[in-house]
């Protein structure tokens, strides 16, 4: 699950940076050179103004998914990290 949760991350991630690319946008080179996106970058994303308001609706909806995962993402590794403290994962080393 948590694989799979990865690779959508990941294609939500893209969508948002396509369509920056799309509508010219170019991401600051302090954001550039990293996977992980901080509270920073998220909020300079969610304070992009577009044209038109279908475009900044578009944006916030991806910008809302790739939150979304994230959090499912952390709560997935919480939850495979208690599990490898039980004495069913746990080996003496």
Known sequence: MRLTLRRDLTR??????SMLNFYGIDIPARFQGSTHWSKVFTKWLKEIKFEYGTAEYTLKTLIA???NKRSLMLEIT????KLSLTEAYCSDM
């Open 78 to 81: 919480r939850e495979i990290r």
């Open 65 to 67: 998914e790739v939150e």
């Open 12 to 17: 939500e991630k893209n969508r948002v940076k």
